[in-house]
């Protein structure tokens, strides 16, 4: 009988020890196995990973060549989502079709951050259809990117909080990296004839860049890629390119290109010869592995694509081609 006490003694002993020991296992466990955050688009995936380092398992929802107005998340997507410990999305209606997605994550006890709607609004373009939204495309212009990089870092803070000094370090460099590009794209951007300063592209996603660099900028479809171009739109359109002379019109890679490919016919047909200027990349960046496909490299992409196009000169190899001279 005092074996068995002694027994059952020890057991309980070592139950209460274990269950001391629990929360500290667990926490080790969380550090051990980081937090998971799911960015719906590429761009702030990449910001997010930049930020977050080691901090965050990122993903992101959305790849290559992905138009977020129309994407609609399956059910493996959507698993994804409610799987993470925090979504950041671009909001302003850019991810026009999950909005009853959001929705329910909050409802699910997931955090959700909308990082254009964490601007302040006098710093957004207009929505010329919704009042309640601005103009979402703030990643094309580096020094609004960079802005809102802040609500990111602070987002990441509190679910790593741990890791404070590492992440405002990794802010502080990826904010120098962006001046880094915000200075080449000035310097690129005015060697372009005065005349020709006119950007023509396939939806309404580069007017925060045409806005920051002095380039005037005219598009087929509005904000989103729902609307469609009317025919008196591309009439306009093609008389402004034989007006202007403008040298060249973009695609863009997450667009369908055959309503430019009607404006460069459109122009030929009045006896001005338009070139297609490139593939510039708007609502999604280039292939995961590449220089396109980081945000930087997909910024460098497009200010070297419109300047040669547009009559301007940049240095062989775009912005690295710049910094290696």
Known sequence: MKTCSAVGRRALLGLATGLAALPAAQARDRAATPRRAVATVAMLGDMLQAIAGEALAV???????????LFRPTRADIARLLGADAVFAIGHRLEGRMGDVFERLRAAGRPVLAVAEALPRERLRAHPDYADSADPHIWMDPVLWAEAAGPVAEAVLRLAPEADEAVRTRLAAFRARLARLDAYAREAVATIPEGQRLLVTAHDAFGYFAARYGL????????????????AHVERLVALLVARRVPAVFTETSVPDRAVLALIEGARARGHRVALGGALFSDAMGRPGTYEGTYEGMLDHNITTIVRA?????PAGGLNGRLAA
């Open 59 to 69: 993903e992101t929802l959305m790849g290559e060549g992905v138009d977020p107005h």
């Open 216 to 231: 005037e900028v005219e598009s087929l479809q509005g904000l989103s890629t729902e609307s469609e171009a009317s025919l």
């Open 310 to 314: 547009l009559g301007g000169r940049v």
